[in-house]
């Protein structure tokens, strides 16, 4: 297994889409939320810094909010947590059954 261009030895490969190829990797679902809420709860601690700075604090809402973003996260690292094993068995599958592959330096182009 290569997970290296052949030609600059570069690590940043991708895998190059084939015609009649179905095997994608099943990304999990608590992985979604997990990457959804990580942003929203960014997105909330970000504002409420900003009321912080900018007026007397933030309001009740946005920190109640935030309290709620913060377990939707917890929940969600958990569910991943709990998910990861067969992911990466999905991504394995992915990346065997991937082909041809480019280099994103060189560009250069081979088949495995
Ligand atoms: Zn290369």
């Known amino acids: ?7 600059c030895q570069s690590v940043k490969i991708m895998p ?9 990797p099943d990304v999990p679902k608590s992985l979604v939320i997990l ?14 810094i900003v009321l912080w700075i900018f007026s007397n604090g ?6 109640v909010a935030t309290i709620i973003v913060f377990f939707i996260t917890l929940i969600a690292g958990f569910l991943f947590w709990r998910d ?5 068995i999905s991504m ?3 990346m065997q059954s991937q082909k041809i ?3 994103r330096d060189c560009s250069h182009q081979w088949q495995r």
Do not use: D, E, H
């Open 16 to 24: 190059v889409p084939q015609s009649g190829q179905a095997t994608r």
């Open 58 to 63: 933030a309001g009740t809402n946005l920190q």
């Open 92 to 94: 394995q599958a992915f």
């Open 1 to 7: 297994m290569q997970y290296r261009c052949p030609q």
């Open 84 to 88: 990861l094993p067969s992911f990466k």
């Open 35 to 48: 990457v959804f809420s990580i942003f929203l709860l960014l997105l909330l601690v970000i504002s409420s």
């Open 101 to 103: 592959w480019k280099c």
